[in-house]
């Protein structure tokens, strides 16, 4: 519009000279006044001063290769500790000589989160890399898995049912067959294998030796409970978020009450009301798994508070989006699936990832229950009378690890929006 | 007088209003609204602000929900039953006042998601007639980007595409205009002009009175929800019998 207005034959003048360069910037951010120049000197110096304490202590007087604590004392930073107790760190009470499942446990979870993070691969493909990356991880770790056919069915009825609520409308007829056969195998099944006319049979899978969760420890254990825990509660907490804003009064009250439990209670209480409680109200005779209720409860926490996040979001989109789906037609699951949800999580993206990160620290409270995660296994090197009196040694590198982790959560987040908000930036 | 000069008394209603009110909590926002739209008709509706103008379109395809009376389209009443609204709203389309696009969507997406979705149609078939809308509403180029790129007119052009891509019977038009520069009013009164022509049934929430002398069968005038005078735009404008109708046509037509 601007061009089709004449200005003349006046040229585009360069800015001033001062303002542009390294020197420019130097002079006008650092340097503008007495004041700020006085200031600059002074913070310099004093980042200065602290660099080269730590660096005197973790590096240049610090012993790698000490092979007790005695030997440690009077130098620097003790990092022989952790040379000695990395893989204890690490794998926790896992048997040793096994050290490598939990290794490659770790891998493929961390190549299973790389490659979710990949836009492209927000479809199908996903339920493929979770699919198989949950697989090996848990036969690593398990050694063993039997699988029951009652599973076997209720997955086939599950997928069946996913494909005919969202794909009924794209589907071909013969598609759509085979979601009616998945849901009519896994139902029937369902039915016979509960009233006895099916066997118990599981398909077992045992190419290794059985490791109970009990020993596992260390990095898997918290990456599992955070994995597994965000990967269950975001979905969950989008459908307590829904519910909280729909119109029928039972559910809204159900997630209302549901939330404002959950977020009035400490995630230590409810971690001991799952690991000593909840054992006291089954029926005797059944146990369920230590690391998997404090699993659970992890879910349960992480749902509440990211249902409140994505509320913030749902409740950021105007009514015209919501008018707008409804005038064309849609009805409550295509108004949600392809209109509110994209536009509302995209909105929420800084404080969920905030949230998430949140999450994978506060793993770290299992350990009140007994359970070993990183931040416990690094606590337990501690205790080893040989190398008493090292544990900043120890926790600074247990910060080191978390914060490699959350810092790249946060990079991630950064990269999510600008990918995201690409076309609809002006 | 319309352009489609036919007589209207032989021709069948396609949607009927008997006795509608509407409150919200104490306010009557609609009064006793009787009003039979023929096919192929064109109604304009003016008003002062709050006169329930808006309401009585948003409730034809239950944006807004009636209380008392009947609303019957092509034949069908509108109630509570899910299955009956989505039937109607399959048959009228709705152009809003915000434009209301998709803004994560790309043009082309925001016209082919209702065919696709509520139409089970064919990716690209639906394609095609989203690109030949696009087309008739001269902006065939802007398919690709998002609705933020687009200036306000041509939003309000997307977004009667988007309607029209239903294949509607009956088209709502919620103040198009108001939102718009002045500058790119005419773009999209031009679109509604030709839509008009080619013989859609058309109910529009309008101060436009250029737009209604040309192409509406029927002007009508509400005010504090109710009708209070309806006649063809002719007699309308220049003999206007209600003293509320004088006094509105007064001081809008001295405004322009």
Redesign the interface.
């Known amino acids: 519009m601007t061009d089709a207005m004449p200005v003349g034959d006046r040229k585009p003048l360069a800015p001033p000279v001062d303002e542009t360069g390294a020197l420019g910037w130097v002079r006008k951010n650092l340097f503008s006044s007495w004041g700020n120049g006085i200031t600059t000197v002074v913070l310099i110096a004093a980042v200065l001063w602290v660099a080269s304490w730590f660096l005197e202590w973790a590096l240049f007087t610090a012993n790698f290769t000490a092979a007790t604590g005695a030997e440690c004392r009077g130098g620097g930073a003790c990092w022989a500790l952790i040379r000695e107790k990395f893989r204890y760190i690490f794998f926790g009470s896992f048997p040793y000589e096994q050290h490598w499942r939990p290794l490659f446990a770790v891998i493929t979870m961390l190549a299973m989160l790389v490659l979710s993070a990949d836009r492209r691969m927000w479809n199908w493909r996903l339920l493929v890399i979770w699919g198989v990356g949950s697989f090996i991880t848990f036969l690593l770790m398990f050694g063993q898995i039997h699988i029951p056919l009652s599973l076997i069915l209720f997955v086939a009825l599950v997928c069946g049912g996913i494909g005919l609520t969202l794909r009924s409308?794209?589907a071909a007829p013969s598609e759509r067959m085979a979601y009616y056969a998945l849901v009519g195998i896994g139902a029937v099944g369902l039915v016979l294998r509960m009233v006895g006319a099916l066997p118990a049979w599981s398909i077992a899978i045992a190419p290794l030796s059985y490791v109970e969760t009990s020993l596992w420890g260390g990095l898997p254990v918290t990456l599992i409970l955070a994995t597994y825990g965000l990967a269950f509660a975001f979905p969950y907490g989008i459908l307590l978020a829904l519910g909280r804003r729909s119109n029928l009064p039972l559910i809204k009250g159900l997630c209302v009450g549901f939330i404002e439990l959950i977020r009035g209670v400490p995630l230590i209480s409810l971690l001991i009301m799952a690991s000593v409680m909840l054992p006291l109200f089954l029926p005797s005779g059944t146990t369920i798994d230590k690391f998997l209720r404090a699993q659970v409860a992890v879910i349960l926490f992480a749902g509440a508070y990211i249902a409140e996040v994505i509320r913030g979001g749902l409740q950021s989109l105007?009514k015209?989006?919501f008018?707008?789906?409804?005038?064309?037609?849609?009805?409550y699951p295509?108004k949600t699936l392809?209109?509110i949800l994209?536009?509302a999580l995209?909105v929420v993206i800084p404080p969920l990832i905030n949230t998430f990160i949140g999450f994978f620290k506060d793993t770290s409270l299992v350990l009140i229950i007994g359970i070993f995660d990183f931040l416990n296994t690094a606590n337990q090197a501690l205790v080893d009378p040989n190398w008493a009196g090292f544990p900043g040694e120890v926790y600074l590198f247990a910060a080191f690890v978390y914060f490699i982790f959350c810092f790249s959560m946060s990079r991630y987040s950064k990269y999510l929006e600008f990918e995201l908000n690409k076309?609809?930036?002006? | 007088m319309a352009a489609t000069a036919r007589d209207l008394s032989k021709v069948e209603s396609v949607i009927q209003l008997k006795g509608v009110n509407k409150w919200y909590g104490q306010f009557h926002v609609l009064s006793d609204i009787n009003l039979d739209v023929k096919e192929g008709e064109k109604i304009v509706i003016c008003g002062p602000s709050g006169s329930g103008k808006s309401t009585l379109i948003r409730c034809i395809n239950r944006l807004e929900e009636h209380q008392r009376g009947d609303i019957v389209v092509h034949g069908v009443t509108l109630s509570n039953d899910v299955k009956n609204i989505e039937a109607i709203r399959r048959e009228v389309g709705m152009v809003f006042q915000s434009f209301n696009l998709f803004p994560h969507l790309t043009i082309l997406d925001n016209l082919t998601l209702a065919p696709i979705w509520v139409k089970k149609m064919p990716k690209k078939e639906a394609e095609e007639i989203a690109m030949s809308l696009l087309t008739r509403v001269r902006i065939p180029e802007q398919a690709l980007k998002y609705p933020g790129q687009l200036s306000g007119g041509q939003q309000q052009r997307v977004a009667i595409a988007r309607a029209l891509c239903m294949r509607p019977k009956i088209m709502l038009f919620d103040e198009p205009t108001s939102a718009l520069d002045p500058e790119m009013v005419k773009e999209v009164l031009d679109v509604m002009i030709e839509l008009a022509r080619e013989g859609m049934t058309m109910i529009c929430v309008t101060h436009e009175m250029g737009f209604a002398r040309a192409v509406a069968d029927r002007v009508i005038f509400m005010d504090r929800g109710e009708i209070v005078e309806q006649n063809e735009p002719e007699a309308f404008f220049a003999n206007p019998r209600n003293e509320r109708t004088k006094l509105f046509l007064g001081q809008i037509l001295h405004n322009h």
């Open positions: 409308a794209l105007p015209g989006q008018e707008a789906a409804d005038a064309m037609g849609l009805n295509q392809l209109i994209p536009q995209r076309g609809t930036r002006r």
